[in-house]
C-alpha cells in the first residue's frame, strides 16, 4: 500500500485545483452582479455584500490552499512514521481567534449601522404611501388617493371585486384606488411601503431597489426607500408561501410624480 497514499495525495490535489477553476469560471460566466441598482439605499447593501465576499473569499482560498500544501507536504510514505504531536500555541491561537473576531465585529458594526440608517429612520412626511396586501397568490396594491388617507377595511366585506374588504362607507375610503400586482412609484420621491397579508405570511421583494420585507397577517410592516431610476422591475414573492408562490408576481413601474398622478385619476375614474 504504499503508492496509495500519495495517490490520494495527488487526487486530492487534483480535485481541489478542478474545483477551483469550475467556481472560478462558474463566476466569470454567469455574472454573479446584482440586478442593476434602482433605489439610494442599495448601493450600500451591495457594497456590504461585496465587501464580505471578498474578505471571505480571501479567507476561503488562503485556508484551501494550506489545506492542500499541508496534507501534501507532511503526508506519510509507509514508512511507518509517527505524527508529530503538537498539544497548543498561545501566541498562534490567540491571534487567529482575535483577527477573525475584529473582522467580523468590524462587518457586523458596519451592517448594523447602515440598517438602522435605512430601516429606523422615518421616511419624511410627504413620501409617497403605498398599502401592499398580500394574498395567496397575488398583490392587491392600495393607493390613499387625493385625501391621503386610508380608508377602513373589513375582512367580513371580502368579496372577488372587494380583496381587501374596503369599507366603502368610510369617508376616507371613498378616493382610495386598489389594483391588483401593480406597484407604481414616484422617480426620485421617498416611497414607503405599508405591507399587510389576508392569509399566510408572504414577502414583499424588489430585487432592483435591494428592498424586501415580510408582509405578516394580522400586522402592519413598513419599509421606505427612493426609487433613482425610471422604469418597469419585478415585485415578487420571497416566501414560500404555497403551491401558486411561483406566480405571485407583480411589477413595480417608477415614473415622474406629475406622470403617476395623472395615471392615478384614471384609476381613481375607473375604481
Ligand atoms: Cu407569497
Known amino acids: 500500500m504504499k503508492t ?9 490535489v487534483l480535485f481541489f485545483i478542478i474545483g477551483l477553476i469550475a467556481c472560478i469560471w462558474y463566476l466569470i460566466r454567469h455574472d454573479p452582479g446584482f440586478l442593476p441598482l434602482a433605489s439610494e439605499h442599495g448601493g450600500f447593501i451591495d457594497n456590504l455584500f461585496v465587501v464580505t465576499l471578498i474578505i471571505t473569499g480571501i479567507v476561503f482560498i ?3 490552499v494550506l489545506l492542500v500544501f499541508f496534507t501534501f507536504r507532511y503526508k506519510g510514505n509507509g514508512n511507518g512514521e509517527k505524527a508529530f504531536w503538537y498539544p497548543d500555541n498561545k501566541k ?7 483577527v477573525p473576531a475584529v473582522i467580523i465585529v468590524a462587518l457586523i458594526v458596519w451592517g448594523q449601522v447602515g440598517w438602522a440608517k435605512i430601516f429606523h429612520t422615518n421616511p419624511p412626511d410627504d413620501a409617497f404611501v403605498v398599502e401592499i396586501v398580500g394574498e395567496q397568490f397575488a398583490w392587491n396594491i392600495r393607493y390613499p388617493g387625493e385625501d391621503g388617507e386610508f380608508g377602513r377595511t373589513n375582512p367580513e366585506l371580502i368579496t372577488r371585486t372587494n380583496p381587501i374588504g374596503l369599507d366603502r362607507t368610510d369617508p376616507a375610503a371613498e378616493d382610495d ?4 400586482n401593480e406597484l407604481r412609484v414616484p422617480l426620485d420621491h421617498p416611497v414607503l ?3 399587510r397579508s ?3 405570511i408572504h414577502s414583499v421583494f424588489l430585487p432592483n431597489f435591494r428592498v424586501k420585507m415580510d408582509a405578516v397577517p394580522g400586522m402592519t410592516t413598513t419599509f421606505s426607500f427612493k ?6 422591475f419585478d415585485l415578487l414573492c420571497a416566501e414560500l408561501c404555497g403551491l401558486g408562490h411561483y406566480r405571485m408576481r407583480g411589477y413595480v413601474v417608477v415614473q415622474p410624480m406629475e406622470e403617476l398622478e395623472v395615471w392615478l ?3 381613481r375614474e375607473m375604481n
Open 227 to 232: 426609487p433613482t431610476v425610471e422604469g418597469e
Open 4 to 12: 496509495s497514499g500519495r495517490l490520494d495525495g495527488l487526487l486530492f
Open 177 to 180: 384606488i386598489v389594483v391588483l
Open 193 to 195: 411601503l405599508k405591507l
Open 62 to 64: 488562503l485556508t484551501h
Open 265 to 267: 385619476s384614471e384609476q
Open 92 to 98: 498562534l491561537e490567540i491571534i487567529w481567534t482575535i
Open 198 to 200: 389576508k392569509d399566510v
